[in-house]
């Protein structure tokens, strides 16, 4: 498995309005990039783009990966709502993907899956009976499953208390390495400690390239440069926030 | 535990239904209602006791149709339901029939399914399957059609076809509304094979109301209502059980 680049620009259009302008997005090989922006700048739609998944805007411009073929059915997605099935076990959950294919699940690849995320004890409850932080690993699980060279997490981790996505996170940039990985999140920090590269989103500067520590993530939460850079983010952030406040008002 | 909670709701409803007994007893003795009006529960019971073999072949003739319509409507409106879920074309064309038709009293068709189909078995469990399949058909498609967005995502980024994804994704889903639709059903049940069987009919429950009343034997019609209350009342558990057991989760 080759994991390709992305390369996406144009003009993100939503039926008259434009949504996002001029957009130019370099999706690195194998690495974290990871989207930030207020709510409803479009984040989620550029994901859902990716990952070929209806959107209702539409892209003038260009979407492709980098070797030239196409992204169909090399892209697995992560959301914030788990997405699992009720009435399936965690075990039918994480396999689902060959059940709708049509083709024999694995189910011995899949229970090497639970126990690679730490819930191989609890292969056969459903997820009505998981913890939510139990049911975002289950969903991990899935997304490891489907073996897929480009990962979409859109927010996956920010229905989660601070301990258990501090462990999430390090959990799926371990086993989500060689991957390339295109992360939506609201969380200053979860982008400092995760993104290779990181970007900002905002409806009137378009789309522009934030600093990211120079040491390899994922970074630990207390090292000096994670905080610097969560700080230096939250300060352009709330800069952002406030002009786009200034200019509706 | 389990069997004192069962005992406490048997207990429960016996107490109730003997109140209901001896206040029926007590307006009958107060009211000196002859017995062709209103027979009181001793009554009832000693033509109970007398007719008990007739009752037991007219009950038999009436469940049989019963429990034939039933299968009949429940078949074809789970037939109805996917068969609109996979096909659009379908769609366009059953839908509008589907809501035309359910605005039709199907209980007002009774004189038409007897003058097509005689007074034998088959009007009556037309009759039920008229009735039944209705409720099936509009609860079992509406839950087909309610898949949440995020299962329709996975449906897609899995690269699922309509079949599996209605096998493995919509059918589950829609179970929990096809049980509502089937508790419906079981409650009309009843009533259209007894009014099948007053339009016109040699035999059944319906029948023998109807010749008691012609020969003033208000005890014995009393006691074909208590037994179809019975008929249905078991009706209603058998459904209701099946549903918790097999449709919900």
Avoid at chain 1, 4 to 23: A, F, K, M
Avoid at chain 1, 36 to 43: C, F, H
Avoid at chain 1, 191 to 207: C, H, N, P, Q, V
Avoid at chain 2, 216 to 229: E, N, Q
């Amino acid at each position: 498995m080759i994991a390709p680049g992305i390369t996406l620009h144009g003009t993100l259009i939503l039926g008259e309005t434009v949504l996002l302008p001029d957009l130019r997005l370099a999706i690195a090989p194998g690495r974290w990039t990871v989207l930030l922006g207020p709510s409803g700048v479009g984040k989620t739609t550029l994901a859902r783009l990716v990952a070929g998944l209806p959107t209702g805007a539409r892209l003038e411009g260009a979407l492709h990966a980098d070797d030239g073929a196409s992204l169909a059915g090399r892209v697995a997605v992560m959301a914030q709502d788990d997405q699992l099935l009720p009435w399936a076990s965690a075990l039918a959950n994480v396999c689902i993907g060959d059940r709708l294919r049509g083709m024999r699940p694995d189910a011995n690849r899949a229970r090497e899956l639970l126990d690679a995320v730490g819930l191989g004890a609890l292969a056969d409850r459903k997820p009505g009976l998981l913890s939510t932080g139990q049911r975002q690993r289950v969903a991990l699980a899935r997304t490891l499953y489907e073996d897929r060279p480009v990962v979409v997490l859109d927010e996956p981790f920010s229905a989660l208390d601070p301990v258990t996505r501090h462990a999430m996170q390090d959990l799926a940039a371990r086993l989500l390495a060689g991957r390339t990985v295109l992360m939506i999140t609201h969380d200053p920090q979860e982008a400092m400690r995760l993104a290779d590269a990181a970007w900002l989103i905002d409806s009137t500067e378009g789309i522009c390239p934030l600093e990211t520590p120079d040491t390899p993530a994922p970074r630990p939460v207390e090292s000096p440069e994670t905080f610097a850079a969560q700080a230096a983010l939250l300060r352009r952030l709330t800069r952002a926030s406030a002009l786009s406040a200034g200019i509706a008002a | 535990m389990i069997a004192g909670a069962i005992s406490l709701r048997v207990g429960r409803a016996c107490l109730s239904t003997a109140t209901a007994l001896l206040g029926w007893h007590l307006i009958v003795h107060f009211t000196g209602a002859p017995a062709f009006i209103l027979p009181g529960p001793l009554d009832v019971g000693r033509a109970l006791h007398d007719n008990a073999a007739l009752l037991l072949t007219q009950t038999g003739f009436s469940a049989l149709n019963l429990v034939q319509g039933l299968a009949l409507g429940v078949v074809l409106g789970v037939g109805t339901a996917l068969n609109l879920a996979l096909s659009p074309a379908a769609r366009l064309f059953l839908r509008p029939v589907l809501i035309f038709a359910q605005a039709v009293p199907v209980f007002a068709l009774a004189p038409v399914v007897t003058l097509w189909l005689g007074y034998g078995a088959p009007s009556k469990i037309v009759m039920v399957a008229l009735v039944t399949y209705f409720p099936v058909a509009s609860a079992f498609f509406d839950g087909l059609m309610r898949l949440p967005p995020g299962l329709a995502d996975l449906a897609q980024t899995s690269g699922a076809g309509p079949l599996r994804r209605l096998i493995h994704l919509q059918v589950p889903n829609a179970l929990p509304a096809l049980a509502s639709g089937l508790r419906l059903s079981a409650i009309y049940a009843p009533l259209a094979v007894v009014i099948g069987e007053w339009v016109g009919s040699s035999r059944g429950l319906g029948h023998l109301m109807l010749m008691a009343n012609g020969r003033g034997k208000t005890d014995l019609m009393f006691a074909s209502l208590m037994v179809l209350a019975l008929l249905s009342l078991s009706l209603w558990a058998t459904v209701e059980t099946f549903a918790r057991r097999v449709l919900t989760r």
